[in-house]
């Protein structure tokens, strides 16, 4: 009798009979853990908003709402209709707030330090100055050069109220109303700006270096509270907006391909750099408070004119400044800041 022929044996049944128990208990098994691996993400799917809801709080809840555009529409659909040579605007509350509070601190403080009230200190080691200072110092001073340096200063005034007379002439009144007002607000934020710096760091001169150091601290004139004045010179920071402002105006309105605008810088660095020089030739100044000043003043000089330049049309052609500074409310009280670069 063949293999394949034989019966299956009573003990081999029995075998196959006792492992169908467990192989239902292994197919159960396996059944079961499926079904646990499918449920468990939906059920931390359904804890997750429970686990992650954030905590109750009784305080303001900041706005997360996008921050609107502080230029809501196209410049074209909104800006205003100017003639030809029109290309400022002024706001008088603005303008009014900026130019008589910045000449109101300006004078109100040189009235105060002309009283004497703040005492100045002995001057330090000379040592310690910058290289590029004790020239300053180490130098002879000239006598002449405080005058021709107040001459220059003189000068820069009068082209502040020569120049908008001119713009008038060519323009029009308003023209010359709102180049008086850029000039006469650049000068005063400029100033009030210089004399809280003077006060705050009350750097001595180099002349309180040569006169009034060491045995002769006791000299007369050396209780002097302008000797103590001197970061950063008024004299270069006021030639320096004037000079902004001119050479801004000059540019928008003639062009840059225009020789005006380009006579007017080039004959405004020159007037600044020669007020700056003999600052320093008459010992008053170091040549980082003339060049400090003349930074600072061509800064105000070209910002206040720009602030007032707003995108307008000229006909049917837009006209807008390369770089508008916008300011966007928001509803918890703040706000911020855009600027938008035109290329």
């Known amino acids: 009798m063949s293999p394949l022929d034989r019966k299956p044996s009573a003990s081999a049944a029995t075998c196959r009979e006792a492992r169908r128990p467990r192989r239902r208990a292994v197919v159960s098994v396996a059944l079961a853990a499926s079904a646990l691996a499918f449920a468990a993400p939906s059920a931390r799917a359904d804890d997750a908003p429970e686990a992650t ?11 997360m709402r996008p921050v609107p555009d502080p230029f809501p529409e196209p410049p074209h659909r909104n800006a205003p209709h100017f003639r030809d ?3 400022f605007t002024v706001d008088p509350v603005v303008d009014g707030v900026l130019t008589v509070g910045g000449l109101s601190f300006s004078m109100l403080l040189t009235r105060i330090l002309a009283t004497g009230e703040i005492q100045p200190q002995s001057p330090g080691s000379p040592d ?5 200072d004790r020239v300053a110092v180490t130098q002879t001073i000239d006598p002449n050069a405080g005058g021709r340096s107040n001459w220059g200063l003189y000068g820069a005034y009068a082209y502040a109220i020569l120049d908008p007379i001119l713009s008038g002439v060519r323009d029009g009144r308003r023209a010359l109303l709102v180049d008086a007002i850029m000039y006469t607000e650049a000068i005063a934020i400029i100033q009030s700006l210089t004399g809280a710096t003077k006060i705050g760091v009350r750097r001595p001169r180099p002349i309180d270096y040569v006169r009034c150091s060491g045995d002769n601290a006791s000299s007369p004139g050396c209780d002097d509270t302008d000797l103590q004045l001197s970061f950063f010179s008024g004299h270069a920071s006021t030639t320096g907006a004037i000079v902004g402002v001119a050479s801004y105006l000059a540019f928008v309105r003639s062009g840059v391909r225009s020789p005006r605008p380009w006579i007017t810088l080039g004959v405004g660095l020159l007037a600044t750099a020669f007020v700056s020089y003999e600052r320093v030739r008459s010992g008053e100044h170091f040549p980082t408070d003339v060049i400090m ?10 910002l206040v004119p720009h602030f ?3 995108p307008h049309y000229h006909e049917h052609e837009l006209e807008a400044p390369p770089v508008l500074i916008g300011y966007a409310p928001n509803t918890q009280g ?4 855009n600027v938008q670069v035109r290329f």
Request: neutral net charge; without cysteine.
């Open 53 to 63: 809801a954030p905590a109750t709080s009784t305080g303001p809840v900041p706005d």
């Open 85 to 87: 040579h029109e290309h």
């Open 128 to 132: 310690r100055l910058l290289s590029i």
């Open 293 to 302: 000043g003349a930074l600072a003043g061509g800064a105000v000089g070209v």
């Open 308 to 310: 007032h330049r707003l």
């Open 334 to 337: 703040g706000g911020s800041v």
